[in-house]
């Protein structure tokens, strides 16, 4: 009978690519000082009904809300919207979103007037689901889409939220952050 030969200890594995991804995203976010939010599409789900008076209405997520509550007092908020809105502009005031820019469809036109601020971007933390978000989702320090952004946006970005705009994609964002910086919430 032969002697039987154990096989060799286990040598601990290097931290898979999953690991290595989720210390990078809470390196990006315990950094961030501002966040900044696309409306259509991220705070909604993008699509805008009209009243009979021509007023639009949009649905906002409580979720989200609650995530921006929770972050308020530990980064400055900011919105960045290609169109203008009365209704986006009073549940980001409810919010206590103190930063609002409006009809700016070129997103770095928009965020250049946040520099009075005086945050780097590495210090900028910015969500956006189209193309036009584009340059700015790439000079931010944290970058993110929800589920449901254009596919070139995805590929762009350091996050893709689990939720889909106006389902809980910026409370993801917020958790994180939240998360990164040791502040609980619960």
């Not at 008076?53 to 921006?68: I, N, Q, R, S, W």
Request: net charge positive.
């Amino acid at each position: 009978m032969k002697p039987s030969r154990r096989p060799p200890s286990p040598r601990p594995s290097p931290p898979g690519r999953r690991g290595e991804r989720e210390k990078s995203l809470l390196a990006r976010a315990s950094r961030v000082r501002l966040l900044v939010l696309d409306v259509d599409g991220v705070l909604t789900d993008g699509l805008i009904w009209y009243g009979p008076e021509g007023e639009a209405l949009k649905a906002f997520d409580v979720k989200d809300g609650h995530g921006l509550v929770l972050l308020r007092d530990h980064v400055q908020l900011a919105v960045i919207s290609g169109r203008p809105g009365r209704a986006s502009e009073v549940r980001l005031r409810e919010l206590g979103v103190k930063h609002l820019v409006f009809g700016q469809r070129d997103k770095l036109a928009g965020y250049a007037t946040l520099a009075p601020l005086g945050i780097p971007d590495e210090e900028v933390a910015y969500i956006g689901d189209d193309v036009n978000d584009l340059p700015l989702l790439r000079r931010v320090g944290l970058s993110a889409a929800p589920a449901d952004a254009r596919p070139e946006v995805r590929a762009a970005v350091h996050l893709v939220t689990r939720a889909p705009g106006g389902r809980g994609a910026v409370r993801e964002l917020c958790d994180l952050v939240l998360r990164a910086k040791g502040i609980s919430h619960g």
